[in-house]
Nanobody, 121 residues
Framework: QVHLVESGGGSVQAGESLVLTCGVS????????AGWYRQPPGNERELVAT???????NYADSVKGRFTISRDNAENTVYLQMKNLKPEDTAVYYC???????????????WGQGTQVTVSS
């Protein structure tokens, strides 16, 4: 089974930056892609960014130009660099591993505990 551990969240002011880190271990060989989700308070979980096996990235419109997803395959680590944070970015952030079928990302059934990001104005 896959084990995911997110870290790097915190409380920041609007305009500041954070880098989230996700350590991945376990049976990851079947999963060639990764993605970050977030769940704002009182809202549903949403897909924020994905990266596929060849490094192609995709972002939700709300974070384009501000967030960058990357991966270090040697270290089994996925990152989410977040710049110019806004109060509406406040959420619990989760990383996932998964696969693409066509242009659709399908995360595995395993999720980490998430990391809280709070942005104040």
């Amino acid at each position: 089974q896959v084990h995911l551990v997110e870290s790097g969240g915190g409380s920041v002011q609007a305009g500041e930056s954070l880098v989230l880190t996700c350590g991945v271990s376990g049976s990851i060989y079947v999963h060639n892609s990764a993605g970050w989700y977030r769940q704002p308070p009182g809202n549903e979980r949403e897909l924020v960014a994905t990266i596929n096996s060849v490094g192609r990235t995709n972002y939700a419109d709300s974070v384009k130009g501000r967030f960058t997803i990357s991966r270090d395959n040697a270290e089994n680590t996925v990152y989410l660099q977040m710049k110019n944070l806004k109060p509406e970015d406040t959420a619990v952030y989760y990383c996932t591993v998964g696969s693409f079928i066509g242009s659709t990302y399908y995360p595995s059934s395993r999720w980490g505990q998430g990391t809280q990001v709070t942005v104040s104005s």
